[in-house]
């Protein structure tokens, strides 16, 4: 990338990065350091522990709804049942769709009142439908049954959509309880105020002031040291996939604003969309310190991926075997109607240095494994950011020239494989017909994964515990044999984008554009943070 097209105020390194050829992904989760396997004894009595941001914790199509389909609830379906009777305790959210806004029931809502597609007169009442679905749920978290939470012990599925690095180290139910304000009731901006910390306080543990001071990480060591003196380990596995949101806002609000020296104050690094390297590797820093205080058989480290790819940011223009588009825009914007003085936008350099950036943060993720397994901790990489490169419909799969040496199209499961049309990382669309046109890897937010999409990440994860000599079990009890594969079949069932999607989401997105443009939807929630 030539100096000439450096976006005016991208820090040194990331330019420097960006001239250079771009990561290869990392395949092997062991990198090549081979250990002795450790010798645990028995079963640890909390089998799969998760750490996360929205990706682990099940958000789908601007909600957190199905937690029982969230990547380690299906990583825990495999595993079966436990002798020692410990079942993996994910929080709940219940309502109408979850917290902030389910945009597969409010499209639905809006289909069943109005149809599958919208005639300029039917406008108005449709606005009228879609801000009285807002209202039911507003109510319900704001003042209704989900204002109040639970009291909540220590959950395995320790994720929190929304949180980046220093929120993890930092935030606790104390600070979440103390941020949340007395809502009002706004005909406007209906989104759930504090969504965030509303949904975080059925994530953290409350029973006691000690409890209410816990980090999510105070709560991983507290469960890793829930084992006999005997025993080496309290957790069999933990995942960990954070800092997606170090950077994910540069496409959901289609800005690109680099971290300043206040990135560590929870209050001043929300005008920050991406961070820089350099903030990225001492707070990951932290995060490995306290990793390797917790008493965990196997550890599996994440990359994170390259936001530009998921399809809430369309590429537009030319892009003649580059790995970009002139400009990236909201999915519904019309090509032939574009105009980079009125619409929101990054271009395309931008998108290359944000992608660069991501670049050093995964080089960080890959050396803290290398150095655990030089100190022989069990510890693997799952390279994230490689999968969904194998997987890039727009940016690889379409384009021969813009492929990598080391690029070869991802192996989807049989089971997705055999759907029509294929599943792939376009933004969903219905064929107006009951079913799909196209898409089907990302949920209606265009930013995280449908069901299956989950399934597909989880298998990775089965793939990895495997190797590392995790067992797992039939639902007799008795030891699976063979390779573990997950039960697409169940989550084809569970998958309603995938098999009846709603008929209102044309080829044009032109109900999404409305939606956005009417009640300033998509806007609203990805401010508040995914």
């Not at 003196?229 to 170090?246: K, Q, R, S, W, Y």
Request: overall charge negative.
């Amino acid at each position: 990338m030539p100096d000439s097209r450096i976006p005016d105020g991208t820090p040194d390194e990331v330019a420097e990065r960006a001239a250079a050829p771009p990561r290869v992904p990392e395949f092997d989760p062991t990198l090549g350091i081979d250990l002795v396997p450790p010798a645990g004894q028995g079963t640890p009595s909390h089998r799969l522990v998760a750490i996360g941001d929205s990706l682990l914790q099940g958000f789908q199509s601007g909600a957190i709804y199905r937690t029982d389909l969230s990547v380690p609830a299906i990583v825990a379906h495999e595993l079966g049942p436990h002798e020692l009777g410990t079942a993996f305790r994910y929080p709940r959210f219940g309502g109408p769709g979850g917290l902030p806004l389910n945009v597969e029931l409010l499209l639905r809502r809006i289909e069943e009142r109005h149809g599958r597609s919208l005639e300029p007169w039917e406008l108005p009442v449709a606005a009228f439908t879609a801000r009285g679905f807002m209202d039911e749920v507003e109510d319900y978290w704001e003042r209704g049954p989900g204002a109040v939470p639970p009291v909540t012990g220590f959950q395995h599925n320790l994720s929190c959509f929304g949180w980046d690095l220093r929120d993890a180290l930092e935030k606790t139910a104390a600070l979440c309880e103390a941020a949340i304000e007395t809502p009002h009731d706004q005909p406007l901006a209906q989104i759930v105020e504090n969504n965030g910390e509303r949904a975080a306080l059925r994530v953290y543990p409350n029973g006691d002031e000690r409890q209410r001071a816990m980090t999510l990480f105070d709560v991983a060591a507290a469960l890793g040291a829930d084992h006999d003196d005997g025993d080496d380990a309290g957790i069999e596995t933990l995942v960990v996939f954070l800092g997606a949101n170090n950077a994910l806002r540069t496409v959901t609000e289609l800005r690109v604003a680099w971290s300043g020296d206040d990135f560590r104050d929870l209050d001043a690094k929300r005008a920050y969309t991406i961070w820089q390297p350099t903030h990225f590797d001492a707070e990951f820093a932290e995060v490995v310190a306290r990793l390797r205080g917790i008493e965990a058989r196997h550890v599996i480290l994440c990359t994170v991926p390259h936001v530009t790819i998921a399809p809430i940011a369309r590429g537009l223009g030319p892009k003649d075997g580059s790995r970009y588009f002139s400009y990236y825009v909201r999915p519904w914007v019309d090509e032939r109607r574009f105009s980079a003085a009125r619409d929101e936008h990054i271009t395309g350099d931008e998108a290359r240095v944000v992608d660069a950036a991501i670049d050093m943060f995964d080089d960080t993720i890959t050396r803290a494994v290398a150095d655990a397994r030089g100190d022989g901790l069990d510890w693997y990489l799952l390279d994230v950011a490689g999968i969904l490169a194998r997987l890039a419909a727009r940016r690889y799969v379409d384009d021969l020239d813009a492929r990598p040496a080391w690029w070869e199209p991802y192996p989807l499961p049989p089971a997705l494989a055999a759907l029509d049309p294929v599943p792939d990382t376009r933004f969903l669309t219905a064929d107006g017909r009951g079913g799909r046109a196209g898409g089907g890897l990302f949920s209606l937010d265009g930013v995280h994964p449908t069901t299956v999409g989950y399934g597909i990440l989880a298998q990775e994860i089965v793939n990895i515990m495997s190797r590392a000599g995790v067992g797992f079990r039939n639902p007799n009890g008795a030891p699976r044999s063979g390779r573990v594969e997950v039960d697409f079949a169940r989550l084809l069932r569970q998958d309603t984008l995938i098999h009846t999607p709603p008929q209102n989401v044309d080829s044009a997105l032109s109900v999404l554009g409305w939606v956005d443009e009417v009640l300033d939807l998509f806007r609203i929630e990805w401010r508040l943070g995914l």
